[in-house]
């Protein structure tokens, strides 16, 4: 069964920074667009930023565009997503998900969250 | 920026027929998904292209689409089927991916 495990979440305040990682396992990594899905507490899903398999090709929600890089490492099959200025609004668990336009499989989350 | 309109809560007996509804100006041309996400749990894909089960889904779970409204159907809910369900799709031109607000299934 594919496996997303996610890491780096944490408390941080406003205007710093963070680094997500995702590590992949049980299926050819290389192959798969990859994206990240947050979701505000109580809230909905919110699509967040997807990659292309070899990364030449990147999307992001406007929300955090400027602020937010995904990145991968096809040879460590990980997924990363360094978030900037965070803000408030960007308290969530944040989702690996494996797919660009749509994910089949989804990791268990890591929440952020940002406060003073 | 596009939008997914859902209805906040579904509520049905066990065995009755649930149907969510997800309306959007693209759905003509795009495919919907849906998920289903169980309190305290991560998102799982129940429906993709608008019709098409995963491996693995129970057969009760059906989806169609039509014009701008595409709808989620579980046919004899049961009470494992409580959960939040969101539809995904895109805007015509792929620049907005987007789920809708999400719909609380209640099962008693």
């Known amino acids: 069964e594919v496996q997303l495990v996610e890491s780096g979440g944490g408390l941080v305040q406003p205007g710093g920074s963070l680094r997500l990682s995702c590590a992949a396992s049980?299926?050819?990594?290389?192959?798969?667009?990859m994206s990240w899905v947050r979701q505000a507490p109580g809230k909905g899903l919110e699509w967040v930023a997807n990659?292309?398999?070899?990364?030449?090709?990147?999307n992001y929600v406007d929300s955090v565009k400027g602020r937010f890089t995904i990145s991968r490492d096809n040879a460590e099959a990980s997924l990363y997503l360094q978030m900037n200025s965070l803000r408030a609004e960007d308290t969530a668990v944040y989702y690996c998900?494996?797919?660009?336009?749509?994910?089949?499989?989804w990791g268990q989350g890591t929440l952020v969250t940002v406060s003073s | 920026s596009y939008e997914l309109t859902q209805p906040p809560s579904v509520s049905v007996s066990p065995g009755q027929t649930a149907r969510i509804t997800c309306s959007g100006d693209?759905?003509?041309?795009?495919?919907a998904y849906w998920y289903q996400q169980k309190s305290g749990q991560a998102p799982v894909l129940v429906i993709y292209?608008?019709?098409k089960r995963p491996s693995g889904i129970p057969e009760r779970f059906s989806a169609s689409s039509s014009g701008t409204m595409a709808t989620l159907t579980i046919s004899g809910a049961q009470v494992e089927d409580e959960a939040d369900y969101y539809c995904?799709?895109?805007?015509?031109?792929?620049?907005?991916?987007?789920f809708g607000g999400g719909t609380k299934l209640t099962v008693l």
């Open positions: 998900v494996r797919g660009g336009n749509w994910g089949d499989y």
């Open positions: 049980r299926f050819t990594f290389s192959n798969f667009w």
């Open positions: 990659i292309k398999q070899d990364g030449s090709e990147k």
């Open positions: 693209a759905l003509p041309k795009k495919y």
């Open positions: 292209e608008d019709t």
């Open positions: 995904y799709s895109t805007d015509s031109s792929d620049n907005h991916r987007v």
